[in-house]
Structures are given as C-alpha cells and as structure tokens.
C-alpha cells in the first residue's frame, strides 16, 4: 500500500497567522513554493523563516511536511519533534494533530512500525481536524499489516470502513488482510463491497480477479474482465482500465491501442502501462522512454513499481549505473509495496555486473527480510558457487 501524505496545504488550515517580518515573509513563501510542488526549493525559506523566529509551530509543521515528501524521513521526524506543544487549547492541539501525523508518516519511511501505530494513536486521541482521521487511521494499517499484526490490521480496517464507508483503499486492504488470514469468501465480500459502495472503483474489480485467480475460480476472474472491457471509453482513466483488461486477457494489441488513445486524451497514467507492454515485449529502450516521461509528468505521486521497472529495463540495456539510480531512488520513498522488488532488482543488478560478494551480502539482507522467497534462495545458492 502506498501512504498517503499529508498535503502540505493543510499545515495552515486550521492557523491564525499572526506575526509579520522577515521570518512570516519567509514561511509565506516555502508555503507557496510547497503547495505548488517545488519542496526542495521551499526547504530554505522554512529554515529562514524556523531561524527568525523559532517559536512558531507551524513553521516546523511546513518544513516538516516538506521533508517528508522528499523521503527525508530521519531529519522530517526530528524536525516535527521539536515544535510539540505540551499546553492544551485549540490551537495547540490541532498544531500536535498534525505534528504526531507527519511524524507517524516519516516513522513509516524509516521502517520504525511501532513508532508510526504510537503517533497515529496520540494523533487520533486529538479530537480536532477529525478530516484527517481517515488518512491517519490508513497509514496505522499499513504498519499493522507490515508488523504483521493482521487481527489488529483486520479490526482497523472494518473500524475506517464504518467511519468512512467511502474511503475505498481500506476496502482494499482489509480484501488482502483477509486473503492473509486464509479468508478467501472474506475477501471477496470486502472487493464485492467496495464496488456495490463504488461502481467506478475499477482497482476493487481487478482485486476480485486476482482474488479469484487466486483461488482457481476462472470462469469468474473471465467474468470480471468481460465486465471491465464493456465499461464507458468516455475518459481517459477508463480507456486505461479497458487496457489492463485487455492485457490480462492475454490480448496486448488490443490493450496498447486503448492506452494509446488515453495518451491522446493525455492520460499520464498510460505511460506507466505503455512502457509494461515494451517491457514485457523486451523493448527496453522504448519502455525506458515511457517510464521516464510518466515519472517526470507524475512526479512524487508516481507508481514506486516504476523504478523497479525502469531498473529491469536499464539492467537489460547494460546501463547499470542508470539502474543502480533507479533502485536508490524507489528505495528513498520508503515503505511501500515496490520495497521487495526493488531489493531483489538490487541483487539481479550487482549479479548482473559479477559483482558476487555484494549479490551475496544482498541477496543474504534480502532473505532475512522475506525468508519465504524460495527463488531467491536459489539465486543465493548461485551466488556462492560463482564466488568460490
């Protein structure tokens, strides 16, 4: 799952901007820069405007947020610790709000789970700006799930459901928990649920295929994709769904043409599955042009799978220094659900330029993290035979 960030807009929501000068002009600024996008660029007006005048919150709040949507996870943590209030008023609390949010999501990056569970706690006891309580309770489930801690992760996945019967991803997460848990007629029901709630929410009729898939049920994963083909081709964002439909049936022509015509209608996501197609058909150089031009037209809110991609597509090209950059820069988002592959891309990378004692120290890591991936057991034994 992906963490959904805290958008830098809402550092400000609930404020009363008081103060003027040199350090407000300052924050003022790194604000603006933020909300457009450009964090690296606003990370010096916020220690501007922290160095004026150190007592402002929200100021830490800024640069905070801001460091987090740059995975500069370790330095966004401490920066949000230092401005927590012990006092208890209005303000105060909905400043700790979002204080302990940012923190739990940097906690997140870092890997530290239980941290990221403690702040989302002390975060959610705080009853102010209740519109973040939805993200703050999701980004509590992924850690759950990755502590694995599945009951607890199944107990607040039905909890954010009730709460917020429109919040789509926590039926997705609690169809996967309950697939975890050997519940596959769970599982279904949560997918069935998110499109009876949700018509439109094409990612739950691809979660029931796979579910389906994944229990030898074929006629109605068949079923599933019949359905997605027959959907309106009036957006741009349903040409992509007819697409992916299309692929898993197995038909890739068809599926490239409706992608092209998205790229028409100036989709962005159908770079991402354009540049799947090449590489699938071993077009690596033409899958490369189509991740590169989807990350720069996505940008931080990209699929992290892209680099991992985009790694597989370099590394077949022999351009190992551009692959290495690909893994290092997936890697830097953290915690998310392209962690294991980009690892594992890591290994194939250095085994690839016979760099064996570091394949050996990785694919070891690698193991210790996912003990149950018995293929890369076996490129581990590899490995040792190559280095004797």
């Known amino acids: 799952?992906?963490?959904?960030?805290?958008?830098?807009?809402?550092?400000?929501?609930?404020?009363?901007?008081?103060?003027?000068?040199?350090?407000?002009?300052?924050?003022?600024?790194?604000?603006?820069?933020?909300?457009?996008g450009k964090y690296e660029e606003s990370l010096k007006s916020f220690q501007t405007?922290?160095?004026?005048?150190?007592?402002?919150t929200e100021y830490?709040?800024?640069?905070?947020?801001?460091?987090?949507?740059?995975?500069?996870?370790?330095?966004?943590?401490t920066e949000l610790k230092k401005a927590l209030q012990?006092?208890?008023?209005?303000?105060?609390?909905?400043?700790?709000?979002?204080?302990?949010?940012?923190m739990a999501m940097a906690a997140y990056g870092l890997g530290e789970y239980e941290s990221v569970v403690k702040y989302c706690d002390k975060a959610l006891d705080?009853?102010?700006?209740?519109?973040?309580?939805?993200?703050?309770?999701?980004?509590?489930?992924?850690?759950?799930?990755?502590?694995?801690?599945?009951?607890?992760?199944?107990?607040?996945?039905?909890?954010?459901?009730?709460?917020?019967?429109?919040?789509?991803?926590?039926?997705?997460?609690l169809a996967k928990t309950e697939r975890r848990l050997g519940r596959n007629d769970e599982a279904e029901k949560a997918y069935q649920e998110a499109i009876s709630v949700n018509e439109g929410y094409y990612e739950a009729y691809f979660g029931l295929y796979e579910q389906y898939r994944f229990e030898g049920k074929t006629e109605k994963a068949n079923e599933i994709l019949e359905q997605l083909v027959t959907i309106p081709s009036n957006k741009a964002k349903n040409l992509v769904?007819?697409?992916?439909?299309?692929?898993?049936?197995?038909?890739?022509?068809?599926?490239?043409?409706?992608?092209?015509?998205?790229?028409?209608?100036?989709?962005?996501?159908?770079?991402?599955?354009?540049?799947?197609?090449?590489?699938?058909?071993k077009s690596y150089q033409e899958a490369v042009q189509y991740f590169e031009e989807y990350v720069d037209k996505v940008k931080e809110d990209c699929e992290v799978m892209v680099y991992e991609k985009l790694a597989q597509a370099y590394t077949a090209l022999f351009e190992y220094e551009k692959a290495q950059a690909a893994?290092?820069?997936?890697?830097?988002?953290?915690?998310?659900?392209?962690?294991?592959?980009?690892k594992k891309s890591q290994v194939i990378l250095y085994e690839k330029q016979n760099k064996y004692k570091k394949a050996n120290q990785e694919a070891k890591a690698y193991l210790k993290i996912y003990p149950q991936d018995v293929?890369?057991?076996?490129?581990?034994?590899?490995?040792q035979t190559r280095m004797k």
């Open 1 to 36: 799952m992906r963490i959904k960030k805290l958008a830098i807009l809402a550092a400000c929501a609930g404020i009363v901007l008081i103060g003027c000068g040199k350090a407000q002009d300052a924050y003022e600024k790194g604000m603006k820069l933020a909300q457009e």
């Open 60 to 77: 830490y709040i800024g640069y905070g947020l801001a460091l987090n949507h740059l995975s500069r996870y370790a330095e966004a943590e």
């Open 86 to 102: 012990g006092t208890k008023n209005k303000i105060s609390e909905e400043n700790n709000k979002q204080l302990y949010y940012g």
């Open 241 to 281: 769904v007819i697409g992916r439909a299309y692929y898993c049936q197995g038909n890739a022509a068809k599926a490239r043409e409706y992608w092209k015509m998205a790229q028409d209608a100036n989709s962005k996501e159908c770079l991402y599955y354009l540049g799947l197609a090449d590489l699938t058909e």
């Open 327 to 342: 893994i290092t820069k997936g890697l830097s988002y953290g915690t998310t659900d392209a962690v294991q592959s980009l």
């Open 126 to 173: 705080i009853a102010y700006f209740e519109e973040l309580d939805p993200d703050i309770q999701y980004t509590k489930i992924g850690a759950l799930e990755l502590k694995g801690d599945w009951k607890k992760a199944e107990k607040a996945e039905k909890e954010l459901i009730r709460s917020d019967e429109k919040y789509m991803e926590a039926y997705m997460e």
């Open 375 to 383: 293929q890369m057991q076996k490129e581990l034994d590899f490995i």
């Open 49 to 56: 405007a922290i160095q004026e005048n150190q007592d402002r």
